[in-house]
């Protein structure tokens, strides 16, 4: 049995609203007796649903080595006795309302009752993850969840002969001692594999979401917590577990780029670890698909002439081939906590009866709670908001609680267009159709997916009405932009501090040049006092008729590269994300190189990812600065020793392409590798002429 703790005592059951009583469990173990027979295959489903909650129909059959139709009819006649029971699950890229099942407190009582070897109900609770709680948080982060899903119920059935996997928690938190305070490292999971040679090793596990906004703060903070956790542990003569990072390939060089800065900020060795796609998965544990850091870096070094990136699939490796350093005992015992379960099962069981009702841990159906809200949101909009709103500015457990149910209710389309509107405000309703339903232009469908995220109040409408030029049609006049309802959903989505999202205003009667010194002061991102907007978005409506140009560039490109098929966009950054920054030792500053957009994107016939900076210029920019911008680039390229992507200057007409080359001239910014090209070639042509410049030395 694979132990994956969730704490060392008995956990207080949560209060449910219904009843449950003996009697109605001695029903079900009499009436059901094909079904509750021990070591019987419905009670392997309930086993399996303890160690693991929230798994499919796919990962139950993959676990238990029978077919999908087999494994159907086990939960179908668990679901009838109210054993078992299942969430709806839509989101990008993933099976639209695909189910997801977990154990009931009836199924819990059963299954202590016919197990041969029992635990308690409280204490099956103490052990495993399957308290609400637990399931509402798996349901906050459901894109981690499936992945590791995925993962760990492969690692269970794809195993080569010999190893085994022997722990595994979810989510994970390490507390160490640096410095003389203590702090925490956390990992979206933690496991141990056992070798044929019977060593145990130890490996973290974190969940790169190409959803999220890519933040290079966030990120390294975090991978400083781990550096500074390697050197505790080695002070105590113990080695650090590998890290295993699940992303896609268009985030590769990013963290590349980071893993390397994260070391050399350290001065100490890079962290041990590998990367792998997590669409890889699917080709099984035994398939070489994880690309060591160490080979990673040196992968970005051989490609940055060609300023691309892909998995080498020479360099990539088995997971079995990263057992290279045995867990120590004491590793082993934190991992696995055997000896506190142990512990605990020496422990006097407490009663499972409160006034004649059995206790509950898991409660009523989260399927149907979530079907309540979206119904009482078509009766009483605005009570709704309310309760959103007093949960989002709550305790953890209430945001946790409130995002879960939010996360079933929403559409995948309705996700993706909240997910894009954080990360390229202000979109037009002309860009998410365009980047929603590329076979369409037919707005209805998406005008029906933003009206009922709208109605939640998790993104309002924007009319652009100032300053318009005559071309600009309705539907690019016709815009939505974050609440911080939305944001605050999201940051919760997405595991971030609503403040990464969200910046404050200055309340009334405070200076409005206040608003960036109250950016650096510590205020609670959960203080309802203030009024939260989205970062940058003041700057982008200033400036709406440039984001406008630009975005309609970036939808002529994509468009090119769908007709010739030449190339495909896999990525498009924001201008927030695009941002590079290095120190400068000799004027003791940060040097910022700040393109507009970023375009990650592919050719046929080739693995590799390649990257490209958009600027999008008028030419009606000052003198001034052009003199600050383009010398940045420069100064970015000499300090950091890092050769920057291509940068592609759109712009509308020749005589501002000459006015913004004699500005590059002046600034002494040739050796930035530039490619102009008119707003007229970008519609014919896309990024076809880049292409060859790319193949050129810069």
């Known amino acids: 049995m694979i132990h994956t703790p969730s704490s060392t005592s008995v956990a207080a059951p949560d209060p449910a609203p219904s009843p449950l009583t003996r009697a109605r469990v001695e ?9 509750t027979r021990a070591n019987g295959p419905y009670l392997k489903v309930l086993r399996a649903l303890v160690w693991l909650p929230l798994l499919s129909i796919r990962e139950i059959s993959r676990i238990m080595q029978r077919d999908k139709q087999t494994v159907w009819s086990y939960l179908d006649q668990l679901e009838q006795w109210e054993l078992a029971a299942h969430v709806l699950c839509s989101e990008p890229g993933w099976p ?22 029992p635990l308690s109900v409280p204490k099956l609770a103490a052990s495993y993850a399957i308290e609400r709680a637990d399931l509402l948080a798996r349901l906050a982060r459901p894109q981690v ?15 080569p002969d010999g ?25 979206d999971a933690a496991l141990l594999l056992r070798s044929p040679r019977g060593t145990e090793h130890a490996f973290y596990v974190l969940v790169d979401q190409p959803e999220r906004m890519f933040s290079q703060q966030q990120e390294k903070k975090h991978l400083e917590k781990l550096l500074e956790l390697r050197q505790a542990t080695h002070l105590q003569r113990e080695v650090l577990p590998h890290l295993l990072l699940l992303s896609v390939p268009a985030r590769f060089s990013f963290w590349a780029e980071l893993l390397e800065q994260s070391a050399l900020t350290h001065t100490s060795a890079l962290l041990p670890g590998a990367i792998a796609d997590y669409g890889q998965l699917s080709r099984g544990m035994q398939a070489p698909i994880w690309l060591p850091f160490r080979d990673l870096l040196s992968q970005q070094v051989v490609q940055q002439a060609e300023e691309a990136q892909g998995t080498d699939p020479e360099r990539a490796v088995p ?52 079907v309540q809200l979206m119904q009482c949101a078509q009766k009483d909009r605005l009570q709704v908001i309310d309760l959103l709103r007093r949960c989002l500015y709550s305790t953890k457990q209430e945001r946790t609680r409130v995002t879960a149910l939010l996360n079933l209710s929403l559409s995948a389309p309705q996700k993706t267009i909240l997910a894009l509107l954080a990360r390229h405000l202000v979109l037009s309703l002309a860009d998410l159709v ?3 339903q590329p076979e369409s232009d037919d707005t209805r469908a998406i005008q029906h997916q933003v009206e009922l995220v709208r109605d939640l109040e998790l993104l309002r409408p924007y009319s652009w009405k100032e300053n318009v030029p005559a071309h600009v049609s309705w539907t690019e006049r016709a815009r939505f932009e974050m609440t911080d ?53 003041h700057e982008f409506k200033w400036q709406l008729s440039h984001t406008n140009d630009l975005y309609r560039s970036i939808r002529y490109i994509v468009a090119a590269g769908r007709r010739t098929g030449r190339y495909e966009i896999v990525f498009w950054k924001s201008a927030r994300e695009a941002m590079r920054r290095c120190f400068d030792p000799i004027e003791q500053k940060n040097v910022y190189a700040k393109p507009d957009a970023e375009l990650l994107y592919s050719v046929p016939g080739s693995p ?58 002046r600034a002494g910014a040739q050796d930035v590798p530039i490619t102009m090209m008119l707003e007229q070639e970008i519609v014919q042509h896309g990024l076809l002429p880049v292409l060859g410049a790319q193949a050129e030395p810069s």
Request: proline fraction near 6%; charged fraction near 25%.
């Open 145 to 159: 969840h499936l992945v590791l899903s995925d993962l760990v119920s492969r690692l269970l059935s794809e195993c």
């Open 608 to 665: 590799v990812i390649r990257h490209l900076l958009i600027e999008y210029d008028r030419g009606t920019t000052f003198t001034r600065e052009y003199q600050k911008k383009f010398p940045a680039y420069a100064a970015y390229q000499r300090i950091s020793h890092r050769t920057l992507p291509r940068t592609l200057v759109i712009t509308p007409s020749k005589r501002s392409a000459e006015r913004i080359r004699q500005n590059i001239v």
């Open 434 to 436: 365009f980047h929603l």
């Open 96 to 117: 639209r309302r695909h189910q997801r099942y977990h154990i009931t407190d009836p199924g819990l009582y059963v299954l202590v009752a016919r197990d041969p070897y």
């Open 485 to 537: 309802l939305g944001l605050r959903f999201l940051a919760m989505r997405h595991g971030v501090t609503p403040a990464h999202y969200l910046r404050p205003l200055p309340k009334e009667g405070e200076s409005p040049a206040a608003g960036k010194k109250l950016d650096r002061r510590k205020i609670s991102p959960l203080d309802p006092s203030y009024c939260w907007v989205q970062r940058g978005l």
């Open 319 to 370: 997971l079995f081939s990263l057992l290279d350093q045995p867990a120590s005992a004491p590793l082993i015992e934190h991992f696995s906590q055997r000896r506190s379960f142990e512990h605990l099962l020496a422990q006097r069981d407490s009663s499972t009866q409160v006034g004649g009702r059995l206790a509950r841990y898991v409660g009523d159906s989260l399927q149907q709670e979530a």
């Open 163 to 187: 190893y085994q996997l022997t722990s595994y928690q979810q989510p994970w938190k390490q507390l160490y001692r640096w410095q003389g305070s203590k702090h925490a490292f956390t990992a």
């Open 27 to 35: 029903a079900i173990l009499s009436e059901a007796g094909a079904i």
